[in-house]
């Protein structure tokens, strides 16, 4: 895939995982606090395995910090090419740090949100299927 098709496909895919998320797709544990407003929230883990699954490379993942403490773990893909992919860092406010990322291996059959990675997967494949039947 060439540098100019490989961006055109992620760009239809961040389209259709950003139509996608809802609160049935996020972390459990996130539930709480996703909204409208804040769509992203709780999505990252569920997001990367969606775009690992298009595009392959590395999963990498990182903390998150407020007021010095680790609160939580954020998550983000490196293409094979070596660009680092982040479409859910809009969810933390200004106040939650993320430090720089390690590569972690990818968890078997979507790991402990394997029902919601399911879920965003199905949609995600029926809004790009339903695109391009459009096209």
Do not use: K
């Not at 690992?52 to 407020?66: I, K, Q, T």
Request: aromatic share 6%.
């Amino acid at each position: 895939m060439t540098s100019s098709s490989t961006r055109s496909a992620l760009e239809q895919l961040a389209s259709a995982l950003r139509r996608a998320w809802g609160p049935d797709t996020c972390a459990p544990e996130d539930r709480p606090q996703w909204s409208p407003q804040n769509p992203a929230r709780g999505q990252c883990i569920t997001t990367i395995l969606v775009v690992h699954d298009a595009f392959g490379g590395e999963l990498v993942r990182g903390d998150v910090h407020v007021d010095g403490r680790l609160v939580d773990h954020h998550w983000w893909n490196r293409l094979p090419d070596g660009r680092e992919v982040d479409l859910t860092r809009e969810q933390f406010a200004p106040h939650e740090i993320v430090t720089d990322g390690t590569p972690v291996p990818r968890p078997s059959d979507g790991g402990r949100v394997d029902p919601q990675y399911r879920r965003l997967r199905a949609q995600v494949d029926a809004l790009l299927a339903a695109s391009d039947a459009g096209s």
